[in-house]
């Protein structure tokens, strides 16, 4: 993600509307495979839910802080959310510390069954999309995406990913 941009580069406000208006219906479209899923799980969670539960999966020990940063949720809506993932059996909070709001969470075996159903149908989504668009766009969309996503791509990372 550190390439330098091309200053040829130049979008005129109508290509970066359209762009705006693809990422918004891309979005829709996600979310909408992502509602199907969740519609089908037994435990009856929602869309902030489940983003917790893929964050845990990708960045294991996520605070309260961590993720409302991540998901742009308020500290209390994220502290809710991991509260209500803990009552279900799928998050179970680090007893390290003894400030809850900074005990790292983890998903339980049950919590990482319920996310991998989910995010099956979400990457069986993006592959068609990926495949639509060929395999020298895939480094591109990546690129553009973590552009878009700013300094939260590195939040709760410290791996090589990173």
Avoid: C
């Avoid at 993600?1 to 891309?26: K, T, V």
């Amino acid at each position: 993600m550190g390439a330098i941009p091309d200053p040829r580069l130049i979008l005129s406000e109508e290509e970066l509307n359209a762009a705006l208006e693809l990422l918004m219906l891309a979005e829709a479209g996600l979310w909408s495979a992502a509602d199907a899923a969740l519609d089908t799980e037994s435990a009856r969670i929602g869309r902030s839910h489940y983003r917790t539960l893929f964050l845990l999966k990708r960045r294991p020990g996520l605070g309260v802080r961590e993720l409302a940063r991540l998901t742009a949720l308020s500290k209390q809506a994220a502290s809710r959310t991991l509260g209500e993932l803990e009552q279900l059996g799928l998050v179970e909070k680090s007893a390290a510390g003894s400030d809850a709001r900074r005990r790292p969470a983890l998903l339980t075996a049950l919590g990482a069954t319920v996310e991998a159903r989910i995010s099956e149908r979400l990457r069986s989504h993006m592959a068609r999309a990926y495949r639509t668009g060929g395999l020298d766009s895939v480094a591109g969309a990546r690129r553009i995406l973590g552009a878009l996503a700013g300094g939260r791509a590195a939040v709760g990372r410290s791996g090589p990913d990173s």
